[in-house]
């Protein structure tokens, strides 16, 4: 090792060039695993947290595989569960903290008895909660997160005890959770206990809970899942008002974090293996051309006495000690790598903190370094290993370092099989970048430019009227309908692609009854009657709301396209009269008919959805919809000050324009999209210098034979001609066997394209056109240079 160390250095160009390519593609290889490792591998940061799970209804007959669970029905499935050491249940919600300093929006949860037990999380400071604290008049306590007990609190241990208002009530500190600490998900900064009183207990048609379960020891997930099945059942059979088709299933707590993201990263770690052989391809190509240049150096040790064996572990040592050097380099880059990811922290991107170079990684790039290293240096050993001594060691210099036929074949594969390589990343980018652009195309129903939103909570404490919030809200709008530069300002909630819903089941008065379980139910939303205006959704038919839709007045609701189409086919919606959430309740009547809105994602189809006026229910959180005759983003102070004129201890969170929501919502596809084309441009790079390495050596080799060529009168066209062409059939080959290899793979990317198809004629033609005139710049150099030789010298040098 230490010889083949000097031999290398010996060699600084070819080394340097050697070890850069190989700490690209290792670099790479290690940053996406890392990802892969914090993502997929690594388990959640509670003890033995294969064990945990999340328990989740269903409805199959309405298309919900993943639902939250009614009170009721949780309270049943703690009690008659034989699978579970323990099982809680949460809700995800948000504080506002005042008395200390700025009012600030905590994201929290509200937890059930046992929750911290199940996690088997013990606080790092005070205690968890009591089993008294869980009911009414008892449950005003708090365990913070270590970030919020850091920043608001300073790190202070006598925090323990002392009072802090959350919604306008005064709870008290009871416990720190350690650092890196935040379930239910990475927001949450503090937790309060969850009171089953009366009224959540009084529906099982309100589903809203979430389970957390740690299984027994000797029970597999498929068992737990299986029983909560059958729970369900009996559950149906005996409320079949509330729970027919409705089931339960358990699922694995880490496939809950990591959701959607697993095959993306499958197929990112595949992409970046195929870099990885490319960088191999294109250092094997680079030892046989050094390979050439010392056959009269292996000559020599043969004649000698070394053995063929012997030769091939000396020449695998220098190929491995290159792939450590690169895999050293790599480690580098993969460390800014990271770095970059914890700065970016892309939304797409689940359980970013986890993600390190950790012992894990460091010894996946040692592997990786080593095999590569014998992956790339064998085939060049092999051919060396067994010289003819007689006719190389009477060769001179120059033209005798060749590769001969079958190094020169072997070269040519390993180029055309980069080229092959390089167009199926390009194709798989192009496809991910093309859908990418269609789905940012795609309208959500509404004009997201110059809109500014703001997420309000009103506390019930300070505002325990529907009067009193409805009132607030008007003023908000008022004031800040008044600012300089504001067009239109409205209330909604929940705000469309903002990550929240509501969906309520209905009748419609007049038809006949259905049987259990076959309600249907609709997106719902409390809307102002300015919020169509500032959306910019159209009025389909009918009317909008107006002021006289307040409280007291006839209750009235608005329905989208898609409702009127699938409720009330070839019939005129106006004037019938639905029943919402509590089917017993007032009738409403539909007033008009609205645009469709998308609500989850821009690749999902609009939904069913269902609007009453704001005025008429008031609920405490909504979110402040602000239209800009400029840049929204200039008027968030204004808005802030308005706000906190009417209530200076109210804090507006999540202050966003409607375009950065938008791009929220499509972050997952821009990211991979983002890498793919990065992994596909670095691929085409390395197939150009590999294309660009073997016709330089062409040239090199044939100089002798081009100066006779143009001393018996050859014209240059015709030198270029053959050396280009030569090329060119490298590349034609590996653009042929490219193009097949993309048919055949990116079909896996099926699930993540929208809008177009796996095997999108337009790119997959042009691609295969991008990197054919890539290959023929990368051989026009090399070949230009050869027509510039002149005969004199040439012939002199021989």
Same mark, same amino acid.
């Given at each position: /090792? ?69 009170p ?29 300093g ?106 809203w809970?979430?389970?957390v ?13 299986a ?6 059942a ?78 091939v572990?000396q020449?695998?040592a ?32 689940p ?7 950790d ?16 992956a ?6 092999l ?24 190094g ?29 652009l ?7 129903g ?108 006839p ?10 189409k ?27 008919v ?56 109210l804090?507006?969170?999540? /202050? ?23 992994f ?47 090329? /060119? ?56 240079r ?13």
């Open positions: /090792m230490r010889y083949a160390l000097r031999s290398l250095l010996k060699a600084p160009a070819f080394t340097a060039v050697a070890v850069a390519t190989l700490a690209l593609g290792i670099g790479a290889t290690s940053t996406v695993f890392s990802v892969v490792n914090g993502v997929l591998l690594k388990p959640l940061p509670y003890p033995e947290s294969e064990r945990l799970v999340v328990l989740l209804e269903n409805n199959q007959k309405k298309g919900w595989d993943q639902f939250a669970l009614s009721p029905n949780f309270v049943d499935f703690r009690a008659q569960n034989r699978s579970f050491e323990g099982l809680s249940a949460w809700s995800t919600t948000s504080y506002n903290l005042t008395g200390t700025e009012p600030e929006r905590l994201p929290g949860a509200q937890v059930s008895e046992g929750f911290f037990d199940v996690l088997k999380l013990t606080p790092a400071l005070g205690r968890s909660f009591a089993p008294n604290e869980f009911s009414p008049g008892n449950h005003r306590v708090a365990v913070l997160g270590y970030g919020l007990w850091q920043r608001r609190f300073a790190g202070a241990r006598d925090v323990l005890g002392k009072p802090i208002t959350l919604n306008g009530e005064s709870y008290t500190v009871v416990g720190v959770m350690p650092q890196g600490i935040a379930f239910p998900d990475r927001e949450t900064t503090l937790w309060t206990p969850l009171v089953l009183d009366a009224q959540a207990m009084s529906s099982r048609g309100a589903h809970l979430v389970g379960a740690r299984l027994k020891p000797d029970v597999t997930l498929d068992r737990a899942s029983e909560m099945k059958e729970i369900a009996r559950l149906e059979k005996q409320y079949p008002g509330s729970n027919t088709g409705w089931g339960a299933a358990a699922w694995s707590l880490l496939e809950l974090s990591v959701g959607d993201v697993r095959p993306a990263l499958v197929v990112l770690f595949g992409v970046v293996g195929l870099v990885l052989l490319i960088a191999c391809a294109n250092v094997a190509s680079l030892m046989l051309a050094r390979g050439a240049a010392r056959r009269r150096e292996v000559a020599i040790r043969s004649a000698i006495g070394a053995s063929a064996s012997q030769i572990w020449l695998l220098e190929s491995l000690m290159l792939g450590l050097m690169g895999g050293a380099l790599g480690l580098v880059i993969a460390v800014w790598g990271v770095d970059l990811l914890h700065t970016v922290r892309p939304d797409g991107l359980r970013v903190d986890s993600i390190e170079i012992g894990r990684v460091m010894a996946f790039t040692m592997l990786v370094s080593v095999v590569t290293g014998l790339f240096g064998l085939l060049p050993a051919q060396l290993a067994r010289p003819n001594l007689t006719g190389t060691l009477r060769e001179e210099g120059g033209r005798g370092a060749t590769l001969g036929r079958a020169q074949r072997v070269r040519g594969a390993l180029v055309v099989g980069e080229v092959a390589l390089s167009l199926v990343l390009l194709v798989g980018a192009g496809l991910m970048a093309k859908s990418f269609r789905l940012r195309d795609v309208s959500p509404f004009a997201p430019d110059r809109l500014l939103t703001a997420a309000i909570e009103l506390p019930d404490a300070k505002y325990d009227s529907g009067y009193k919030r409805t009132d607030f809200a008007r003023q908000a709008m008022e004031r800040i309908g008044g600012l300089a530069g504001v067009r239109a300002t409205a209330v909604v909630s929940p705000l469309p692609m903002g990550g929240d819903d509501r969906i309520l089941a209905f009748v419609i008065e007049g038809r006949p009854p259905l049987a259990a379980g076959e309600t249907p139910s609709a997106m719902h939303a409390y809307v102002s009657a300015s919020y169509f205006g500032a959306m910019r959704i159209p009025l389909v038919k009918g009317r909008e709301f107006n002021d006289q839709d307040r409280r007291g007045a209750r009235v609701v608005l329905v989208s396209e898609t409702f009127a699938k409720f009330f086919p070839g019939a005129d919606p106006i004037g019938q009269q639905l029943r919402i959430g509590n089917t017993e309740g007032v009738p409403r009547a539909i007033v008009g609205v645009g469709d809105v998308k609500h989850y994602s821009l690749r999902d189809e609009s939904q069913a959805a269902m609007y009453e006026p704001y005025a008429q229910a008031s609920p405490s959180n909504f979110t402040l919809v602000v239209r800009a005759s400029g840049r929204p983003e200039e008027l968030t102070a204004a808005v802030r000050r308005e706000v906190r004129a009417i209530d200076a201890d804090p507006l969170t999540k /202050m966003r324009t409607m375009d950065q929501v938008l791009a929220g919502s499509v972050a997952a596809q821009r990211f991979n999209a983002a890498l793919l084309a990065g596909a441009g670095l691929a085409l790079l390395l197939a150009a210098i590999g294309l660009y390495g073997v016709v330089s050596y062409t040239v090199a080799q044939q100089t002798h034979e081009f100066g006779i060529r143009m001393a018996l009168g050859a014209e240059r066209r015709h030198v270029m001609r053959q050396v280009m062409g030569r090329a /060119m059939q490298l590349a034609g080959a590996g653009v042929a066997a490219g193009l097949v290899g993309a048919l055949l793979l990116t079909r896996l990317l099926t699930k993540m394209l929208y809008g177009v198809s796996a095997t999108d004629p337009t790119t997959f033609v042009g691609l295969a056109l991008v990197l054919t005139s890539i290959a023929l710049l990368a051989s026009w150099m090399p070949a230009r050869a027509t510039r030789v002149d005969p004199v010298v040439a012939l002199r040098n021989d």
